[in-house]
């Protein structure tokens, strides 16, 4: 049984309770990030911790932990759960804030808040060859969500539907189009290769900035791929080279098919392996001490 982290103590996962009021539980009112470890080191924690803040501010929630006692939380559970973490002790970090708990039920904040904070961890199974190899299918879809997507809320409703919708018709991923303009996945960053640039939407309150995000544009400048942060129309996408998802948990996927077509040649594309092989390396780096 894993170890969670509940409102400052360390619990097996079954002993771990909320009370029904809470308003994370009644209204969605709480923010969460989901951060990768690879042999055990948290894979850029500053950058989760910076937009943990901005989510936080985003709902006018005060941060009920430094960064420092963040990091001690996180290390701690990720030792407790160090024999479930397999061979590598790769194990994915979910966190979630939200605005506790209050006698009666009302949609506006309660004068006193004791936030509720949890942590659990739990291993990261390894990637699936067949998607190295074959990429997924995903399907373009209207972006339902609220205006402010740029805030990691647990109220993922419209994402919950808009990825089942996928599912449904045999795709791993959403993709959200809002007003003609390709924004994201329904949990993950889009990219495409146009005319050999990598290209992504810049970032607005309409997506979340991925932390994998930053990173593959990091990657791209470090090896100089080209690149840019431009808007990204839906005739862009259907005609693009390669179209890329990316985030904490899949890495960088290839898509393959979109719409029941084609993407380039179907396969993925050599952009996509060359930076693959940049974040495989990455990763490395990051499990032998070496980056964060
Ligand atoms: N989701 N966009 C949305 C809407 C997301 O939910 C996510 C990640 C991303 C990618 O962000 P990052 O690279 O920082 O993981 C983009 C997480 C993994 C989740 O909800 O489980």
Known sequence: MPTV??????????EACIPVTDRGFLFGDGVYEVIPAY????FRLPHHLQRLQNSLDGIRLENPLSAGEWEDVLNTLL???????????????YLQVTRGSAARRDHSFPATITPTIYAASSPIPPLDPTIEHNGVAA??????????????????????????????QGAAEAILVRDGQVIEGSSSNI???????????????????????????????????????????????AQADE?????????????TQLNGRSVGDGRPGEVWKTMSRHYRAYKTAVREGLAD
Not at 140 to 161: E, P
Not at 201 to 227: C, F, N, W, Y
Not at 247 to 253: A, L, N, Q, W, Y
């Open 5 to 14: 982290y509940l409102n400052g103590a360390f619990l097996s996962q079954e």
């Open 39 to 42: 042999g055990g080191r948290l």
């Open 79 to 93: 030792t407790h759960n160090r024999d479930q973490g397999g061979t590598d002790n790769d194990q994915g970090v």
């Open 139 to 168: 399907i373009t879809l209207n972006d339902i969500r609220w205006q402010r997507c740029d805030i990691k809320a647990i109220t993922l409703l419209a994402n919950v539907l808009l990825r089942q919708q996928a599912v449904e």
């Open 191 to 237: 990219f495409a290769v146009v005319n050999d640039t990598i290209i992504t939407p810049p970032k607005s309150e309409r997506m979340l900035p991925g932390i994998t995000r930053d990173l593959v544009l990091e990657l791209a400048d470090k090896h100089q791929l080209p690149h840019r942060e431009t808007d990204v129309d839906e005739i862009m996408l």
């Open 243 to 255: 179209v890329w998802i990316t985030s904490s948990t899949r890495e960088i996927v290839p898509v």
